[in-house]
């Protein structure tokens, strides 16, 4: 189970990466791999129900808060509360907390090309998948396109805890 959550973890980060949305049966293919593995008894990290639900449901609530100020896509948020079903609760603030700061380096990256008009393809590379036009930062984020794919980071990071996870602990030997 853990590679179909690795595999799972990589399509997201396929995805949105390349064309900056992360697809409905992407996200309940990955949800449904959390049950599966749950009802199997083959969780990767050895949770249990209420532990997956708690994740689940607890990383989804807390990006859907996100959502609703119009900060990120749709598709972050259950891709998150998919994410939370396979981890739990435990690792989620460390798993967010490395996404952000990969997230942020993007931007960072994205304005500074942006200013000072250097290396165009990467900046549109960085703005829009398939190298779409490059647009302006919009003052008004609501109706700004999302030009980072957090889900991407999110999974990105997720795998990097689970590298972490299997070198901390005895299950995986």
Known sequence: ?????????????VSD????????????LGALGAIAALLLNQQPFGLGWRQALAGGGAAFGALLLVYAMGI??????KFAGAL????????LPAIWIAATLLAAVH??????LHRL??????????SHPHG??????????????????????????????MAWYRTA?????
């Open 84 to 91: 939370g079903l396979w981890t739990g609760l435990a690792p």
């Open 132 to 161: 779409g036009p490059v647009q302006p930062p919009d003052p008004a984020p609501a109706r700004q396109a999302r030009h980072l794919p957090l889900a991407a980071y999110l999974a990105i990071a997720a795998l990097g805890w």
């Open 117 to 126: 008009q250097v290396a165009p393809r990467l900046l549109r590379a960085l």
């Open 107 to 112: 931007a960072l990256v994205w304005l500074a």
């Open 72 to 77: 990120m896509g749709a598709g972050d948020v």
């Open 17 to 28: 990466f390349g064309r900056r949305r992360v697809p409905n049966s992407l996200v309940l």
């Open 169 to 173: 602990t005895p299950l995986f030997s």
């Open 1 to 13: 189970m853990l590679a179909g959550l690795a595999l799972f973890l990589l399509a997201v980060v």
